[in-house]
């Protein structure tokens, strides 16, 4: 199990102000939400960095798909593509 650790952060009042409010009405800690904001602003981040890698991996190994396949198979689809 991972070790809790503390952090800190300077933050603006105004968004003090907005995670007192949360945490109130969630009837949570600040540092709970704060965990919990921090948690999921990292995973949908490193998700994303992790799909860009894989993509540009996929590229310098020559696993592409030309414009025009992409295009077809949109239209086939969707009936457009957006032109």
Excluded: P, Y
């Excluded at 540009?56 to 025009?68: I, N, Q």
């Amino acid at each position: 199990m991972n070790k809790d650790v503390t952090i800190t952060a300077r933050i603006d009042g105004e968004l003090s102000d907005r995670l007192a409010r949360l945490s109130t009405m969630q009837g949570r800690s600040k540092s709970w939400v704060v965990g919990r904001a921090l948690k999921s602003f990292l995973d949908a981040e490193l998700a994303f960095a992790e799909a860009v890698e894989e993509g540009l991996t996929d590229m310098r190994d020559g696993r592409t798909v030309a414009h025009e396949d992409v295009a077809a198979r949109f239209k086939a689809r969707f009936g457009t593509c957006g032109k």
